[in-house]
Every structure is written in structure tokens, then in C-alpha cells.
């Protein structure tokens, strides 16, 4: 935990540096257990597209699509289990976030060319807890609009071991990552990003397809 630069941008708040490297590489190291136990899958939204992003979650739900929609599961789509959120991540909630834990910690894997859209958050169905970022690896241009779609945008650049919080008037707002600079940080040998989101899902997010 670092007292690093703060950036509010739109209602969202980038705390700068907020792992450091040994730090970040002790999350990378719990990552890679979950994901051993919850392999990381392409999914492919309702309408049929596979997503150029990665995901897996670990927590109670995980966060998934297929051609019925957007949800939060109970379990991976192989049937096994989410493994439990590593403790190393659960302390970067703590640490900024409500008493009330986070019951999904979705990862997503952005590899050479991935992106994300800009999109909302809102399968979670409450929507007065934050959702609670951490990126690694390569850096990501993160784009910030509003919670109507369209209008201005802002963007930034985000690093390894910067932790984004969006909450109050951020929490709805769209965001989304154009492009990656593969291959920026050596965190992981052979290059990409990886991106946490901790989240608190409502029981009216539970297994409701969007
Ligand atoms: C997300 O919106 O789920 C991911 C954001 C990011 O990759 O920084
Ligand atoms: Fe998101």
C-alpha cells in the first residue's frame, strides 16, 4: 500500500502505484493459483461475438456470458467451484472500500490486441457499494465517459499496481480500455495485462441474465 498520487477523474479515483512490485507480484502469484483451479475462458457475448478478453472470477459468484447473457454464477463454467478471493487482493478492499466484502473478483486477461468496450457495470444489482480496480502488467488506456451513454470521454493511461475506484456517481458511469502497449511492463514474462475488479453483487444480481 503506497501513499501514491490520486488522480479524480470523472468521479473515478486512480490511486497511482498502489502495490508496489514485490506487492504486485505476490497478487500475480495468488492469481495464478485461482486460475489454475478456474482456467481463464473467452467469452462470447449474447449476441454471438467472442470477446477479445479473458475472464475468470474467483469469490461466492463469478461473472459470466454466453449466447443467455450477462450474469453472476455460482459456479465456473466447467462446474468447479470459484475459488475463494486471495487475501492479498481482499486487503486492497480494506483498505478503500465499505465493510460490506466484495462477493465477486473478476479477472480479466488482456492479451496482444485485447480491449474492452465501454460498457456499465450494472449486473450487480445494488449499485451503492464501488466497484474496486486493480490493473497489472501492461499498461491499459482506460476510458472514462458518463453514466448516460455518449457525450465527452476522458482517458488514462494505467499502470501496474494502479487501483481504480468507482463509486458514487462513477459506479454507473461507462468505462472501457481501447487498446493495451503489449509488452510495456515485465511483470509477466511474456507480456499482457491483467485487471481485477472486486465487486459486491445484490441477490437481484444473482443469476439474472442482462
Ligand atoms: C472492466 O471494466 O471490467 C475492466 C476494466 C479494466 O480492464 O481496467
Ligand atoms: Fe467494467
Known amino acids: ?28 502469484n495468488d492469481l495464478r493459483a485461482v486460475i489454475r483451479a478456474a482456467p481463464l475462458v473467452h467469452p462470447v457475448t449474447a449476441g454471438g461475438r467472442q ?20 450474469r453472476y454464477a455460482p459456479r465456473h463454467p466447467s462446474g468447479v467451484d470459484w475459488p475463494p478471493i486471495p487475501d492479498s487482493i481482499l486487503e486492497i478492499w480494506r483498505a478503500l472500500g465499505p465493510d460490506r466484502l466484495p462477493d465477486c473478483c473478476l479477472i480479466n486477461f488482456y492479451g496482444e490486441g485485447a480491449r474492452m468496450g465501454l460498457h456499465q457495470d450494472r449486473d450487480e444489482g445494488e449499485f451503492q457499494w464501488p466497484v474496486i480496480s486493480l490493473s497489472l502488467g501492461d499498461e491499459g488506456l482506460f476510458r472514462m465517459g458518463n453514466v448516460e451513454k455518449g457525450g465527452k470521454t476522458e482517458s488514462v493511461w494505467l499502470q501496474s499496481g494502479d487501483v481504480v475506484v468507482m463509486g458514487g456517481a462513477a459506479r454507473l458511469a461507462h468505462h472501457g480500455v481501447d487498446r493495451i502497449r503489449f509488452g510495456s511492463s515485465r511483470l509477466m514474462p511474456k507480456g499482457g495485462r491483467v485487471n481485477v475488479t472486486l465487486r459486491v453483487v445484490g441477490s437481484r444480481g444473482e443469476g439474472a441474465a442482462s
Open 51 to 70: 470477446m477479445s478478453v479473458r475472464m475468470t472470477s474467483a469469490g461466492r459468484l463469478g461473472w459470466v456470458s454466453d449466447a443467455a447473457g450477462y
Open 1 to 28: 500500500m503506497a501513499e501514491g498520487q490520486i488522480l479524480r477523474l470523472r468521479g473515478f479515483e486512480v490511486r497511482r502505484g498502489w502495490l508496489n512490485p514485490g506487492a504486485q507480484a505476490a497478487v500475480l
